[in-house]
Nanobody, 125 residues
Framework: QVQLEESGGGSVQAGGSLRLSCAAS????????MGWFRQASGKEREGVAF???????TYATFVKGRFTISKDNANDTLYLRMNDLKPEDTAIYYC???????????????????WGQGTQVTVSS
C-alpha cells in the first residue's frame, strides 16, 4: 500500500494560482497511475487530472488549459499546478494511486485504492 500526503492547499482569489503536492511512500512496484480528485461540499468526488507511469496525462474537461499534472520520480512527489482558479474549483483535493500498466489512467475513484487525506482549496470571487 502506498502512503500519500497532500499539501499546498489554501485560499486564493479568482484568477489566482496554487500548486498542490502529494508525497508518496511505501511503493512496492514502480508502475502506478496517479491522479487528483476533488470533492466539493455536497457533491460527489470527481476526477481532475491523471498521469501514468510513463508520463501520459489525462485531464477533466473543466480543467483543461488551466491545470497541469506532473511528477518527480526521483522524489516520489506528484504535483498539480492550478492556474486561473475559479470559485467552482473550491473543493477538497485528494491524491490517489493505483498499480497500473495502462497508457492512460482511469479517471474514476473506484479504480484507485490508495488515497491521501486531502487538502482544502478555496477560491473566492
Amino acid at each position: 500500500q502506498v502512503q500519500l500526503e497532500e499539501s499546498g492547499g489554501g485560499s486564493v482569489q479568482a484568477g489566482g494560482s496554487l500548486r498542490l503536492s502529494c508525497a508518496a511512500s511505501g511503493y512496492t512496484y514502480r508502475r502506478y497511475c496517479m491522479g487528483w480528485f476533488r470533492q466539493a461540499s455536497g457533491k460527489e468526488r470527481e476526477g481532475v487530472a491523471f498521469i501514468s507511469a510513463d508520463g501520459d496525462t489525462t485531464y477533466a474537461t473543466f480543467v483543461k488549459g488551466r491545470f497541469t499534472i506532473s511528477k518527480d520520480n526521483a522524489n516520489d512527489t506528484l504535483y498539480l499546478r492550478m492556474n486561473d482558479l475559479k470559485p467552482e474549483d473550491t473543493a477538497i483535493y485528494y491524491c490517489a494511486a493505483e498499480i497500473s500498466y495502462v497508457r492512460f489512467c482511469a479517471s474514476v475513484s473506484v479504480a484507485y485504492s490508495d488515497w491521501g487525506q486531502g487538502t482544502q482549496v478555496t477560491v473566492s470571487s
